[in-house]
């Protein structure tokens, strides 16, 4: 890659952050081919670079990221080897600075009868970055290994934390994966052996994040599931999945290069459909478990996978790993999301509050001959368009509703356009609204009734028409799924948004969570409404 094109990344994902409302962490990758197959000189002027641009864009975040070299540290010879470990060392002390390197035993990776094994581990202990991470894939081989012998032969290398990660079922690994295979429980075994048995101060993923998202509610990404999983090529061809290349390359609407005008917009347009796939796709035994709200359904590429390929392997465990996260969950305990919600929601209104006033202009989603999505975003970013069933753009109702609410512009929905959405649109729709992660989106409550009406047998639609009733009874008791912390979303859209025939005040005696939740909302209404006095006494 030309160094200009590499240094002009940075640029361009720096316009994404400031475009992106929902992007509130980047991690970097540097990976090939092989980097090391470069001259050093080459790394040495932009390696640097690439940190200090981290550093710079961690000054931003509240989840600071990293500059993760991934390299197989497999040389041709002594001098190439030893000008990459003074190089590594140099800058390995650095927070952003992070080695990550392979252990493949089902490949070829250390020739026959693994004889670069022993070169490679010398150089792996001969490297001192405080980040030292091993990449382990969950295959037959490895599993059959056990976490045990990861532990005895890699810790005294100095390896301070495994990323382990399930099989891709893209590219060359297409065909590794089926035949190296094992089922999910058996996975769940593994991590959770490894779980018990790791040293303090020695971390894996995924447990580590699912430490994160149980105790302190932070994102769980570690499987796929990241906002945007960007990859560009060494032309600046910029694609949409990282895990597919060349053929398989998730392209846009058209190919967008770093460096192109309105990068941050085509990208930010074209990301819909991966995005979509990882907030809208799980697996039909996910909904309602406790964890989905932070698992979102486990192994991304599995959830888009055909579940041919999938569902042999489900057995006892999911390839979310719930096995794990009770395991995780019993050790740390958990936040309170009750309580996180209503703290997140105050602090939006505060943050709003000390903003300007949202746009008061209103665009009209054209049904005709229009001109790019992206170009679209850009007319109508922070302003309030009212969305249609199907509009120009060729894109989903919801794949377009991801992308206003990015560039922080409010939508509205008719309920007549409501109507026209298949089925499956509606039911999309609806469960991102009660669950809160359309915030940007206002839709009549009404509409979202009648649908629950027209659909007795749909999970959700069950759901929502029990809490409708439900949440006004004395009678509910404290292990409900109504009251547990997943649903803390959906019962506060339920109390705010009752029946136009059913709202008022109950005379019941409710459950004492959904007391609190209600008083919750009630002091939201409250600021809500302090915020719009004070705005409008300052015009």
């Known amino acids: 890659m ?27 990758e540097l990976i090939g081919g092989e980097i090391t ?59 952003e600075m992070a080695i990550y390197t392979s252990w493949e035993p089902d490949t070829n990776r250390f020739g026959k009868n693994m004889k670069l094994m022993g070169p490679w581990a010398e150089t792996v202990r001969a490297i001192k970055a405080k980040q030292k991470i091993l990449d382990v894939i969950l295959t037959k081989t490895t599993v059959a290994m056990g976490p045990d012998y990861l532990l005895e032969t ?24 089926q035949p190296n295979m094992v089922s999910f429980k058996e996975m769940s075994d593994y991590l959770c052996r490894l779980f018990d048995i790791a040293p303090p101060g020695i971390t894996f993923t995924p447990a580590d994040e699912m430490s994160g998202a149980v105790f302190r509610g932070t994102s769980y990404q570690c499987i796929g599931n990241f906002r945007y999983d960007l990859a560009v090529e060494p032309d600046g061809l910029t694609t949409f999945n990282a895990n597919q290349t060349t053929a398989e390359a998730a392209l846009g609407e058209r190919k967008i290069y770093v460096g192109d005008d309105d990068w941050a917009y085509r990208v930010l347009a074209d990301n819909t459909q991966e995005l979509d796939n990882k907030l809208s796709k799980y697996h039909s035994y996910c909904f309602q478990c406790e964890f989905h709200s932070a698992c979102a359904g486990g192994w991304y590429h599995y959830r888009v996978a055909e579940p041919a390929d999938v569902r042999p392997w489900d057995k006892g465990d999911c390839p979310g790993y719930k096995q794990l996260w009770t395991k ?6 958990s936040f309170d ?37 992206s170009d679209w975003l850009k007319q109508t970013r922070g302003a309030k368009v009212n969305v249609r069933a199907s509009s120009s753009f060729d894109k989903p109702l919801i794949q377009r509703l991801w992308a206003y609410q990015g560039v922080g512009t409010a939508t509205m929905i008719q309920q007549a356009e409501i109507h026209l959405l298949t089925a499956t649109e509606q039911r999309v729709l609806f469960e991102h609204l009660v669950y809160q992660d359309l915030s940007a989106v206002s839709v009549p409550s009404e509409a979202l009734w009648s649908w629950v009406d027209a659909n007795g047998g749909d999970p959700l639609a069950d759901l929502l028409a029990r809490a409708e009733v439900d949440l006004e009874s004395s009678g509910l008791c404290h292990t409900d799924i109504l009251v547990a912390g997943h649903n803390t979303e959906l019962v506060r859209w339920v109390l705010k948004y009752p029946r136009l025939s059913h709202s008022g005040e109950s005379n019941n005696e409710r459950h004492p969570l959904v007391q609190q939740l209600a008083h919750h909302l009630q002091l939201e209404a409250r600021a809500k409404d302090r915020i719009a006095r004070r705005r409008h006494n300052l015009s």
């Open 2 to 28: 030309d160094e200009a094109v590499f240094r002009s990344v940075f640029d361009s994902v720096a316009q994404l952050v400031a475009l992106d409302t929902g992007l509130e962490e980047v991690e970097w």
């Open 37 to 95: 197959k470069l001259p050093v000189a080459y790394w040495e002027r932009n390696l640097p670079y690439a940190l200090n641009k981290c550093r710079e864009f961690n000054a931003g975040f509240k989840t600071p990221g990293s500059i993760n070299v991934l390299t197989n540290l497999i040389f041709a010879n002594d001098k190439h080897r030893s000008e990459y470990v003074d190089l590594f060392n140099t800058y390995g002390d650095w927070p």
């Open 154 to 177: 890699f810790l005294p290398l100095g390896i301070t934390d495994f990323s382990i990660k399930m099989i891709s079922p893209y590219g060359s690994g297409r065909a590794f994966w």
């Open 328 to 333: 995780v969950k019993d050790r740390h305990g």
């Open 337 to 373: 999301p009750v309580q996180a919600r209503h703290s997140s929601e105050m602090q939006s209104m505060m943050m709003s509050a000390k903003a300007q006033p949202p746009s008061e202009v209103f665009h009209e989603e054209a049904v005709g001959v229009a001109g790019t999505f």
